[in-house]
């Protein structure tokens, strides 16, 4: 069977898609498994991910902080209250963070995170 360079060239794109597709899976774990580390900080969290990833994984994390709020408001009045400081208080460390010397990487991935958050 004879194939022709185009043929070849779209199957080796579809393996390299493949690929990336795994290693972005991956990147997201790892960052999710990361998150959660008890001597981890935010932003050195931040700093140690992919952007794509640190964007991904911190939207997986307020929403599911929204969703447990919000069944916490059966028990707690002010648990959305409570996530509101919190998030703030998040928004503020970003925003010290912004202000410091920064890769071009760096200040865009915290700019997209301070519009998100």
Not at 89 to 117: G, N, V
């Amino acid at each position: 069977v004879r194939m022709r360079v185009e043929d070849t060239i779209v199957i080796w794109l579809k393996t390299v898609e493949a690929q990336m597709i795994e290693l972005l899976k991956k990147s997201i774990k790892t960052g999710y498994v990361d998150y959660f580390q008890p001597d981890a900080e935010r932003m050195s969290w931040i700093n140690n991910h992919f952007s794509q990833v640190v964007f991904c994984v911190s939207e997986i994390m307020w929403t599911e902080m929204c969703e447990y709020s919000i069944q916490e408001m059966k028990e707690d009045d002010t648990a959305l209250i409570d996530l509101a400081t919190q998030t703030v208080a998040m928004i503020k460390q970003e925003f010290e963070l912004i202000k410091t010397p920064l890769q071009d990487a760096q200040r865009c991935l915290l700019t997209s995170l301070l519009t998100s958050d």
